[in-house]
């Protein structure tokens, strides 16, 4: 029997799904270009490449969800046609794989937020007779649908961030208010203040709205801060920038 059967593996792909869920990480074979996947509107699809630099061929399978890691692939109602859905992808082979709109009614004042995950199956042992514990890799982006017509872009919405140290319930949060129509993800985001520095981690303001990040041992306020982070663009990581807080 072909050792890489696509209907065996089509079958263990929902159980293999839920195992990645659970297992440590591990490093993936098949590499994905780019961070994160841009849908303008104004597109009639986007492509995402993905290239396996590992020795051995690979299923693929690629889907588009809401939001939810633990929705199988057959349940996910994202507005995205994906086409390939399951692929098999020798060694240091490409595959493209087309993401097509479906035409949902999305806001038309703000970017909307979904994820594009690919699950990597390897393949099974040619001695069918060991014992052997087969390991899913899954990667899951953020795509984000851009309507046209947007104000301003990202460069100048993290400039417009107004940020703040406000009191919580567990101590105190930097709060960054995002009034522009775009996602803003920072890979890192520190607060610096009395020469000492809080890392919150980072993480996402949506658009039109706020975020708090927590500030374990938060000393109290004091008059020379900053925020110094790095933010995401379309096509990776940006300079270092800092922001004064209000």
């Known amino acids: 029997m072909n050792r890489f059967s696509l209907s065996i593996y089509s079958s263990l792909i929902v159980g293999l799904l839920l195992f990645a869920q659970v297992i440590p990480p591990v490093q993936a074979a098949v590499l994905i270009d780019g961070t994160r ?19 051995d061929p690979v299923l693929m399978q690629v889907w588009v969800d809401r939001g939810d890691p633990t929705v199988a ?18 060694p240091k082979m490409g595959q493209s794989v087309r993401l097509v709109f479906t035409g949902e009614k999305l806001p038309q004042d703000r970017e909307s937020l979904f994820w594009f995950n690919a699950l990597e199956v390897p393949p099974m042992p040619q001695d069918a007779d060991i014992n052997f514990m087969q390991i ?10 851009r309507p046209t017509g947007l104000p301003g872009d990202m460069a100048s919405a993290i400039r417009q961030v107004a940020w703040r140290v406000v009191p919580s319930a567990d101590g105190h949060v930097l709060r960054g208010e995002n009034s522009s129509a775009y996602h803003l993800s920072f890979s890192s985001l520190v607060l610096e203040q009395g020469g000492k520095r809080y890392d919150t981690g980072g993480g996402m303001i949506s658009p039109h709205s706020s ?9 109290g306020q004091a008059a020379d801060r900053q925020v110094r982070f790095r933010w995401m663009s379309d096509y990776g990581v940006a300079p270092e920038q800092t922001a004064t807080v209000l």
């Open 136 to 145: 899913a890799v899954r990667s899951r982006l953020k795509l984000f649908y």
């Open 73 to 90: 692939p057959q349940n996910a109602d994202a507005p995205f046609l994906v086409t390939p859905p399951i692929f098999r992808l020798d």
């Open 37 to 55: 996947v841009i849908y303008s509107a104004k597109e009639r699809e986007v492509t995402v490449k993905m290239t396996n630099k590992g020795n």
């Open 211 to 219: 975020a708090e990040f927590p500030l374990a041992g938060f000393a």
